[in-house]
């Protein structure tokens, strides 16, 4: 049978993969050893400069990720003026002002370590992907509330797309050696209006997140991580693990501030 364009069944290979054997703990225990220390620092060496080559490699492995449709609704400015890094981290201050003036009780990180990463990456997309991915195409006053529900799922589909292709930009940063940083605190429209115009951003396409990466201006250190039996589970969800209202909101005000700001020994 000839393939059409419609045809949905998969194509014989035309590049192949290289999979490691199966089991082999060699090239899972070299992951492991990216994954285990990509961490989070909020200020880096501002004298130092990436290499070109480097933000190719890890751009690169942005590029592989997977995504709904494989539609890769993905977008990657790398910001080299420092005048820009600036005005960037300005907005965030503010930010950080605006949410401890309207009370959120988040504890907010210090903002003005943006500024100071060598490797300063915003994310981007462009919304409209969501098409992509199974949604109603007409809406009637018949289908509006499913239309709501495909829409919603639509929505997270791209947004984990983003964030998948993301996370292997930030392992490829720390496989370099290089700290991280993700900050989403962007995705609010005043903040959006905000960056557009520094960056020369289309109205189409809006900011998700920012990725920052440098040496880290002081020792980086582990952050505290839950147990393998708090986010796993075998055969059925384990009911221990649905907490109260009560018992999160306790989370919330008791141990947040910790674990984002403290060594994984300094928790308890
Ligand atoms: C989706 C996502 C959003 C985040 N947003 C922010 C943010 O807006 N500001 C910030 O300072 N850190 C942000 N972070 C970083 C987390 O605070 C950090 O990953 C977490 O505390 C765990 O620390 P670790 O990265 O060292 O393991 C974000 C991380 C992720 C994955």
Known sequence: MKASDNDNS?????????????GS?????????VVRNRVTVRK???????????????LEAARHAPSGANAQ???????????????????????QRFRAKAKMKFPTPDYRGLATAPGFIVVCSDLRWVEAFPVMKEESPDNAELNRMYRENAERILIQS????????HLAAASLGYC?????????????????????????ISVLDI???????????????KSMSEIASRGEFDPAQCL??????????????KVMFRDASRID
């Open 162 to 169: 983003v964030a998948a292709s993301t996370m292997c930009a």
């Open 180 to 204: 991280v940083w993700w900050v989403t605190a962007i995705g609010q429209e005043n903040a959006q209006k905000a960056m557009r115009p520094l960056l020369g951003i289309p109205d189409e």
């Open 244 to 257: 109260t209202r009560d018992e999160i909101t306790e989370w919330i005000k008791k141990r947040r501030h």
């Open 211 to 225: 990725f920052l990466f440098g040496p880290p201006a002081q020792e980086p250190y582990k952050r505290w991580k």
């Open 73 to 95: 609704p993905w977008h990657f400015i790398v910001v080299e003026d420092s005048e820009i890094k600036q005005r960037i981290a300005d907005y965030f201050v503010a930010e």
């Open 44 to 58: 880096f060496d501002a004298d130092f400069i990436v290499p070109e080559s480097h933000f190719e490699l890890i």
């Open 25 to 33: 703990r060699e090239s899972y225990d070299t992951l492991m050893e």
């Open 10 to 22: 998969e194509e014989p290979i035309g590049q192949a993969v290289e999979l490691p054997e199966i």
